[in-house]
């Protein structure tokens, strides 16, 4: 069976609240049937209004959503069969845990003991059997959100949305739903788009990543793709942890090319500049930086130590280097560093091909 | 007290309980002489007075205290034929003392209530007791008039003997005792308050479900719209509540009447005819249109407060799990609400149920309520404790409502903001 590489497709789809702001713009995006895709970005870039367009509780004003082929704008929510799982869950708080579930069923017409049935093993897969009779005030936040996600799934949707799902949860709990959802998606093979903006929620969990900024796309691409290898500024910025070097390119050859800082100069990967004299920003990722290199660097500078923070498995050194005060490099806790003590001047190196010199906003 | 093995000392050997008594006194102290001010002035204000007021429906003292003689004289009176000369002997005793100090008018409003026909026996029997001579009192007294010969009338005396009575409650209930001491219905064309009960009772539960119709949406639309039209829109409800309620029942006059804008507009689209404009005032119909304006404000605000704490994602998630609309409504939103239905329609209902100025002016004869029969007994015939006994059945009224709408919906249900 061959999958279905546009499941979801949105075509040209421009959305504006109140005619004056675009906040979505012009968006093109194919989701593939199964695909576990994660729509990142900070609050206010659209990611959310995209996801409601595709739930259809807000329209397009422009363009068209395609599910499996077929345009959905005009029509209404109920029929379109998605499943949802909202931030704050959405649990009925009137209705016991199985009439939550239940409810799908029930306007679905499906008779009693095939809805049990199916109520029993969604309940099972977020690990909730025995919790039926309980209503969701009686239940922790972990497992009103699995309540959501059961709900969400019992009706076997082709299609999951979820927004934000575990926004609410603390730390622990949110990484453990993180893998079970992970592993449902898995399991029942159930297309899910997915919105956050939290990164390692993201990053952790999608097959691509849609990384939303000012109503658009910024980069579509796999979890490792994007933070390897983002394809302008605020992917970089806003994927990890990042050091820049804001400065102008003077020298382009290939794979490589010169930036000239204020008091220095620095090889680079041009990603996103093309000829002498633009502007750029370059990124480089803390732990893509090594102290006293021993293999054979083409970018090797001076630095002096401002601040060193313990954090147990690594160490967090902040550096002056070529004028940045800002420079972050992660140490593992290794004996092979314990030189590293505050106001010490150490030797910073990596390679160029690391160093990505992207557009300078 | 607790056993004396468990008590718990402080490290000072006092037991816990006294020095945590004696850490909180202060603070107690403090809270009840902030609420002191309130306190004395409810029940001077409120409690005192309201009290009183209920005595008096079921005080009967004052006819007793009046013909002290009379009623001990008669406590070996069958009742059957006339009573003896001692009775009428006794009478005339309290009857010349009450002539002395000017109170027989007041004796004389008080028997008229138990019967018809004393009033002008009374003042008869005041001037001509002045020629009585001594003795055979019940031969003098029986010449005055008729009726001071007729057994009837002295049996109503005696019912009149108990300190307490529940003739004001039977009486509201369109009920009285009869000679034989039964409780009985008076003449079908004579029973006005049962009318009036019903009717408070109906005009009550429609303006509710009018209140509840109208109220409903508005709520929905104020706790669903964004800030700055909400806003607007919520001054709309409550600019009625800015507005003395005598202005706006007046201004409902000008509306209802029959040369007024409501008719003239019905005749102006031709829905009625000229010569036949309907009246809308002074009956029911203007007893509902004016309270149900006055009284929405009262239903739309603990809507609008439950009904603000309900997340558009409910709504959203009913649709997106397959429901209709409407199943999304009827399913989840609106069972959402019923805490603040229930809290709206009480409060309505017991608004309503007591309603007094609105009726009094635009409710004409067939739209008065029983506050109305109240409001009369209080002001014109001054019978203040039958006044006060139908106060009480209206309070009792409200309270057997208010504890049906425990059992069936629960209290803790409500929500009024």
Redo the contacts between chains.
Sequence with gaps: MSVNKEFVKFDKVDKSYDGKVLVVKDLQLDIAEGEFITMLGPSGSGKTTCLMML???ETPTNGEIYLDGNAISSI?????????V???Y?????MTVYENLA??LR??KIPKDEADKKIDKALSMVSLQGFASRMPGQLSGGQQQRVAVA??LV?DPQLV?MDEPLGALDKNLRESMQYEIKHIHESIGVTVVYVTHDQSEALTMSNRIAVFNDGKVQQLSSPDELYEKPVNSFVAEFIGENNTFTGEVSEISGQKCKVKLSNAEIMANPISVKSKGERTKVSLRPERALINPKDKMDNIHNGKIEEVIYHGDHTRVRINLLGNPEFILKVPNSSANLDIKLGNEIKIGWNSEDARALDPK | MSSETKQILTTDGIPLEVSLKKAERKNKIKAFLLVAPLLFFLIITYVFPIGDMLFRSIDDKMVTQMLPKTFKAMETWDGQELPGEEVFAAFHEDFIKLVEDKREGKLSTQLNYTKNGFKSIIKKLRRKSKSFEEGNYKEQIMSVHKRWADVEYWRAIKRRAPEFTSQKYLKGMDMYVNEEGKIVSVEEDRRIHRVLWLRTLEIAFFVTVFCFLMAYPIAHLLATLPMKYSNLLMICVLLPFWTSLLVRTASWMILLQQQGIVNDFFVGIGLVADDNRPEMMYNKTGSYVAMTQILLPFMVLPLYSVMKTISPSLMRAGKSLGGTPFVAFWKVYFPLTIPGIGAGCLLVFILAIGYYITPALVGGASGTLISNQIAFHMKSTLDWSFASAMGLMLLSGVLVIYWLYNKIVGIDNIKLG
Excluded: D, E, W
């Design positions: 739930a259809g509780f209404p929510p109920h029929k379109r069969g998605i499943g949802m909202f931030q704050n959405a649990l009925f708080p009137h409810f799908p306007v679905r709900r969400s009706f949305l």
